[in-house]
C-alpha cells in the first residue's frame, strides 16, 4: 500500500492506494468515525450494479448501517436538481451529523457527493471511493466539490475535504478504453506542470496493458503532486491554479458540445495542446513542446481539436470561475514539466487563443 498523507491541519487525510482495497473500506471507516452510525454510498447507474454491493457488505460488516443513493450516469447529473433529490434522500436514509457519506465513482460522484455532503446538515464527513482514472489521480484529492450551472461548470460549489481517500486500482479493470484514456489526460498534465520525468513515462509506454502494469505508481505519483500543491494553497487563490493547464479551453469545450460531445479528459487534452501551440507561437514555450504533447495525446487516442472556431468558446470563457473582474489567469508552460501562471486582461485573451 502506498499512502500519501495530504498536511491540511485540522482537515488533514490520507490517500491509501492498493490493489484490492475495497473490501477492507468498511473497516477503515469504522475506525476513522467510530461515532458513526450509518453510512450513505453515493454512487450511479454505471458504478453501482459493479462495486455497490462489495462496498456495502463491507461497511456492513463493520456494523454500520447503509443507505444506498443511486444517479444517473454522467454529467447531465451533476446539476442542482439531482443535488436536491440526494439531500432528501440522506434525510429519508436517517442519517445524521456523526453519520459519513461514501462516494464510490468518478468525477461527477464525487464532486455532486461531496458537495452534497458539505451541504447536509451544514456539513457531514465524506470518503472519496473514486473508481475512474480521472477521480483516483485528480478529482478525488483536494477538496474542490461542486455541481454545473446552466451558465458553467462547476459555479456552484465549495471547499470541503474529505476524511480520507481510498483508491482501489482493481477498480479500472472495468473502465473502458475510453474512459481509461480520459483519466489519462489529466496525468499528462501533471507531466506538463510539475513532472518532466512523468510525462515522459507516460509518452514511453508500449500500450495500455504496460500503462496499467504500472497505474499503481502512475496514480500515486499524481496524488503526491497534486497534495503538495493543495498543501500550500488549498483555496485555489496561486499556486493551486497550476492544476488549471487545459482547463479553461476545455471546460469551454465540454459545456459547447452540452457535456454529451467530449469528456473532461479530452476537453482538458484539446485545451492543453491548443494553448501550447499558441504560446510556442508567442515565444513563451519552447518550439517542440506542442509537437510533444501532440505526440503522446494522439497515442492514447486523445483529440487535439475540438473542430469549433475558438471565438464562439469566448462567451462561455467569460464565465469560468476562474475569471477575476476583467482579468483571467491562464496556465502556461515554461518547459515541459514546468508550468506557469498568467495573469492576463480579458480583451488579450483572444490572442493566446489564436
Not at 434525510?91 to 460522484?109: E, F, I, K, N, W
Not at 481509461?180 to 513532472?195: F, S, T, V
Not at 497534495?227 to 483555496?235: G, H, K, L, N, Y
Request: with cysteine; proline share 2%.
Amino acid at each position: 500500500m502506498q499512502v500519501i498523507h495530504v498536511d491540511l491541519g485540522a482537515h488533514a487525510y490520507d490517500i491509501e492506494i492498493e490493489a484490492g482495497l475495497l473490501p477492507q473500506i468498511g473497516a477503515k471507516v469504522a475506525k476513522l468515525l467510530p461515532k458513526a452510525k450509518k453510512a450513505a454510498i453515493i454512487s450511479d447507474t454505471n458504478v453501482a450494479p459493479l462495486y455497490a454491493a462489495k462496498l456495502e457488505a463491507s461497511l456492513a460488516a463493520a456494523g454500520l448501517g447503509v443507505v444506498k443513493v443511486i444517479i444517473e450516469a454522467g454529467e447531465q447529473s451533476k446539476n442542482m436538481t439531482v443535488l436536491s433529490s440526494v439531500l432528501e434522500q440522506l434525510a429519508q436514509g436517517g442519517l445524521t451529523r456523526s453519520d459519513v457519506v461514501l462516494t464510490l465513482g468518478g468525477g461527477v460522484v464525487g464532486d455532486l457527493g461531496g458537495f452534497a455532503a458539505a451541504s447536509y446538515m451544514r456539513g457531514v464527513a465524506f470518503v472519496q471511493v473514486p473508481t475512474s482514472l480521472l477521480a483516483q489521480i485528480d478529482s478525488s484529492v483536494g477538496g474542490k466539490v461542486a455541481v454545473d450551472l446552466a451558465a458553467g461548470k462547476n459555479l456552484a460549489g465549495a471547499f470541503y475535504q474529505p476524511k480520507a481517500v481510498f483508491i482501489d486500482t482493481d477498480l479500472l479493470a472495468t473502465l473502458s478504453t475510453r474512459f481509461l484514456h480520459d483519466g489519462l489526460a489529466e496525468a499528462i498534465k501533471y507531466g506538463c506542470i510539475k513532472d518532466a520525468a512523468l510525462f515522459d513515462k507516460i509518452a514511453g509506454f508500449a500500450n495500455d496493458a504496460a500503462l496499467l502494469a504500472n497505474i499503481d505508481d502512475i496514480v500515486a505519483i499524481c496524488c503526491a503532486i497534486k497534495a503538495r500543491i493543495v498543501e500550500q494553497d488549498e483555496f485555489d487563490t496561486g499556486l493551486r491554479m497550476l492544476l488549471n493547464f487545459g482547463h479553461t479551453l476545455g471546460h469551454a469545450v465540454e459545456q459547447h458540445f452540452g457535456y454529451s460531445g467530449f469528456t473532461h479528459g479530452e476537453g482538458v487534452a484539446i485545451g492543453m495542446y491548443q494553448l501550447t501551440k499558441r504560446t510556442e507561437e508567442l515565444g513563451l514555450t519552447p518550439t517542440g513542446s506542442a509537437e510533444r504533447i501532440k505526440s503522446v495525446l494522439q497515442k492514447y487516442n486523445l483529440p487535439i481539436d475540438a473542430g469549433v472556431a475558438k471565438s464562439e468558446l469566448l462567451d462561455t470563457m467569460a464565465r469560468d470561475k476562474k475569471k477575476n473582474g476583467n482579468s483571467i489567469t491562464i496556465i502556461i508552460l515554461r518547459a515541459i514539466g514546468e508550468g506557469d501562471l498568467l495573469k492576463l486582461n480579458w480583451q488579450q485573451v483572444p490572442e493566446y487563443l489564436g
